[in-house]
DNA sequence: ACTTGTACCATCACTATACATGGTACATAT
DNA sequence: ATATGTACCATGTATAGTGATGGTACAAGT
């Protein structure tokens, strides 16, 4: 597990970490059920905040990338390779295009797009 | 026609303006063919910067409530009380709203959603 | 000449968000 | 005691978008 962090990198540092863990699970230089250094253990070698690592493993564990195990660490998943390869970015993209796209079509403009996406997303009843 | 137009009020301007004569449409104080001032004369009267004007004028076009007929001046639409109805900022709304419930199921937080939403956004080729 | 809508150029204040940081605290399990 | 992930409090910087402003300019039609 070499992870290198780049803080000149336009890329966010949690994304960074992110992308480098998936990477490794992908180049199976990370196999299912190998530890990973805990939050603080990894935010001290690479020189980060806490939060940050914090952020990287949350996002990773939604993803079913990692498995944490309270006090005992944090493991790679069992399915993890197979999860490294679903791109929800895109998925979210793809069905953010379609819906921006219908919404153009009709003629609204990027403006109240944007406001009526700010609005909805600061409903929490959604 | 009288138009009253509150700078405190946290509505944009150019939104109030838009808003009133949609009503006065919708109360037919303005029926379909009837002239609306020039975008400098209401500026003026308003005490509103004419691009302020321009805006709400520009809308209320696209939304089929008013005519530009270039030279000749601006006016109301044949089918403006019908149109005036159409709530398009809700219909917006609803599309998009049933979108981000659809990511937030799939386990995407809002920031990833905003993330999304920014990249489709910037992609002008959509 | 004059007015119409429109299209550029631009600036400013305001707001919202993302990212990263720091500190403190907690239950869990060794 | 110690270490785990996690949750809350908070701050600061940077970026992006909105709303509104101002100036200049243009074609179209009277």
Redesign the interface.
Known sequence: MEIVIDIDDPIPLFAQLIEQIKHAVAKEHLKPGDALPSIRQLANDLALNSKTVAKAYR?LE?DSIIQTKGYRGTFIHPEAKKNSAVD??A???E??????????D?????S??????A???NKRN?
Chains 1, 2 share one sequence.
């Open positions: 996002l939604r929800m970015a998925w979210v993209e069905k953010i295009t379609h819906t921006i796209a219908v919404c153009r009709a003629g609204v403009t990027d109240e797009i944007r406001i009526a996406f609005n909805v997303m959604v």
